[in-house]
């Protein structure tokens, strides 16, 4: 799957606006879109670390803190500002990942978890784990936002 693509209906997701609250202990949609803005953030700085021939370990998200989470809401001033956040943060990860060539292949200390469907903890190629970014991460996100505006309202 094309990152670029992944992102363009990420963002459209986001634009819809018309998100209901998270149910309990969940993520609204201001915190999912914070999260995926702080990992585009990670994933340009291990993409910029590999076209520089630098080591360099990257590490998702997958367990930020709350507080983190809101103090981007807040600084964002919402889901509007958000969603702006995220289309440049995509758009650099995306123009880093185009100039990556060959050194695509080159491996990276990946730590990813996400849920129980997928655990990595182990050199990847950079290409492997752009491709586990595109196909699964992102996705995984893309579907809570449409959850959370198809989910009827508790009475």
Same mark, same amino acid.
């Given at each position: ?17 018309g998100f209901r609250p998270a149910p309990p202990g ?53 889901? !509007?500002? $958000? ?18 060539? !060959? ?41 809570? $936002? ?10």
């Open positions: 799957m094309e990152l670029r693509a992944v992102y363009r209906s990420l963002l459209a997701e986001v634009e819809a606006g969940g993520w609204d949609a201001e915190r999912i879109v914070a999260h995926l803005v702080a990992n585009d953030e990670l994933m340009s700085e291990a993409t910029e670390a590999v076209l520089a021939g630098a080591p360099f370990a990257y590490y998702d998200l997958t367990g930020v803190h709350r507080p983190e989470l809101d103090a981007l809401v807040a600084e964002c001033g919402g889901l !509007p500002g $958000l969603a702006t956040l995220l289309r440049a943060t995509s758009g650099r990860l995306c123009g880093l990942v185009d100039r990556l060539g !060959p050194a695509a292949d080159t491996p990276v200390e990946t730590h990813l978890r996400e849920g129980f469907d997928l655990v990595v903890d182990e050199p990847l190629p950079w290409s492997r784990t752009l491709d586990l970014h595109a196909r699964v991460h992102l996705p995984r996100h893309l579907a809570q $936002l449409r959850m959370l505006r198809d989910q009827p309202q508790p009475a």
